[in-house]
């Protein structure tokens, strides 16, 4: 499908253009006839002949903003002068920083908050290592770590490629969870190395949050940590996907009036996030669940069946169908892709149930068309922000992790993950809900608060 104009492509271009005549009225439907979106157009000098004005679009891709370029060059009168992507504008010098929480103003600022001072607290620490969450950073600090092996929509780009996303996680962390987040770009793609590094710098976080890695590695080095380390790991890829998933089905399931363990459920994707809201959906009710990967359905006489596979086929497919995606999907209440694009067709979905759902996650690009998909289906969701119903991890680990920190958890379980689903899909009150509405918006005033209360309550349960 041809994307849309997005923010995430937005430039804006310096031109020089006559002081008078018909240019200035020009430069709008210019941009527009070249499929861009004017969102800003700024006089930023001015001359007895002249006007320098900064046109600010948005564009679908790179390709796209070069030709949008061009034809604002080629008006009668006009110069183009600087060309400024504003998404790299952003991240020059990094999209974080560190700050000190208390002013150095003179000696004695200096002497509290480093040395002679410090040593005092260093010994405190010493003779008690749990002081350590109540006199340093490690009370509110997470670490997020990835060797960029799987990084969404760009595959195995290496750590310091990733580093980028890293930030903006840690950004994200900061703003709805009031949490400092610390990107660890790993330049390692040994599974038995990123276990030691993490133990390793474990002391100086209250918790690690696992990012990009590919399965099944993941799946290992997750379950290793959690054995070895007496922090929370959560692996966002996995968890944070299931937890917001299980969130938007509870409420798009409300609105076709269909329940859970009612409903059969045909999956694309049988990777880290597949298998993890594959495991959320089973415990919170789900019964019929058919599970399709590269090769097709996943049943138990496939003979390509690895262990990450083999209890996946075990635990799914009732009724032991066979065969391809489209096949699987006929009569089916709800499809879920976390997989590749373009791999459903309208026909597919309009062989499904009535009052159909329809989650497309796969990203930039879905398994579907959703507007395509939205002719057919009763509900439809995607990973984009262009579309309603945006499925969005965001919405969970902030929260997640502020509940873990406040509540000083050591381990994560699936009730946690359950009870932080819950706070999520009841964000959307019942008044509120609709086809178009099934899930909050990250900007939400309360869900992140709410998400945080879930996963302290669930927390302290356990404990």
């Known amino acids: 499908m041809a994307a849309a104009p997005s923010i995430s492509y937005s430039i804006t271009v310096r031109l ?49 903003s070069k030709r949008i ?63 350590a969450r109540r006199l340093t950073v490690k009370r509110n600090s997470v670490a997020v770590v990835t060797d960029g092996s799987a990084v969404l929509g760009l595959g195995n780009i290496g750590p310091a490629a990733a580093l980028p996303v890293m930030e903006g996680k840690a950004a994200l962390f900061k703003r709805f ?23 390793a710098i474990s002391p100086g976080f209250a918790g690690i949050n696992l990012e990009d890695i ?14 070895l380390l007496d922090i929370p790991v959560f692996h966002d890829d996995q968890h944070g996907t299931a937890i917001v998933v299980l969130a938007s089905l509870r409420n798009a399931l409300r609105v076709v009036g269909k329940e859970l363990s009612d409903v059969r459920v045909v999956m694309s ?4 996030a597949g298998q993890a809201i594959l495991r959320l959906l089973l415990a919170a009710g789900a019964s019929d669940v058919v599970v399709a990967d590269i090769e097709g359905v996943v049943h138990e006489g496939r003979e390509d069946l690895h262990d990450s596979l083999r209890w996946l086929a075990e635990a799914t497919n009732p009724e032991g169908l066979t065969g391809t995606l489209a096949e699987a999907l006929s009569g089916a209440d709800v499809f879920i892709g976390v997989s590749a694009p373009n791999i459903l067709t309208g026909e597919d979905v309009a062989s ?73 899909s ?10 178009n509405y099934i899930i909050p918006s990250v900007f939400h005033n309360e869900v992140h608060q709410s998400v945080a209360a879930a996963v302290r309550a669930a927390a302290g349960a356990e404990r």
């Open 269 to 272: 994707g049988a990777g880290a």
């Open 177 to 199: 969870g009031g949490i400092d987040a610390w990107p660890l770009c790993l330049d390692t793609q040994d599974s038995d190395a990123i276990v030691e590094i993490v133990r």
């Open 352 to 424: 499904m149930a009535d009052k159909s759902i329809v989650f497309a996650l796969a990203n930039p690009v879905p398994e579907i068309d959703p507007g395509i998909a939205r002719e057919h289906a009763a509900v439809v969701a995607t990973g984009r922000s262009d579309y309603p119903n945006q499925i969005n991890n965001v919405l969970a680990f902030p929260g997640v992790f502020r509940g873990l920190l406040d509540s000083h958890a050591r381990t994560i379980d699936t009730e946690l993950l359950l009870a932080a689903a819950k706070a999520i």
């Open 426 to 435: 009841d964000a959307v009150h019942p008044d509120e809900r609709n086809a």
């Open 69 to 131: 370029v061009q034809r604002l060059g080629e008006l009668d009168g006009v110069t183009v002068g600087k060309v400024s992507d504003r998404t790299f504008l952003m991240h020059l010098g990094g999209t974080i920083e560190m700050a000190s929480k208390h002013p150095i103003r003179n000696r004695d600022d200096l002497s509290m908050v480093y040395t002679p001072g410090v040593a005092r607290v260093c010994e405190a620490i010493a003779e008690n290592p749990d002081d």
């Open 214 to 227: 590919s399965a099944p590695r993941c799946f290992e080095i997750e379950a290793r940590l959690r054995e």
């Open 16 to 64: 020089e253009v006559p002081a008078g005549g018909s240019a200035i009225s020009h430069l709008t439907s210019c941009v527009e006839e070249t499929g861009g979106i004017v969102t800003a157009l700024d006089v930023s000098a001015s001359g007895t002949d002249r006007l320098q004005i900064d046109v600010t679009c948005a564009a679908s891709d790179t390709d796209h």
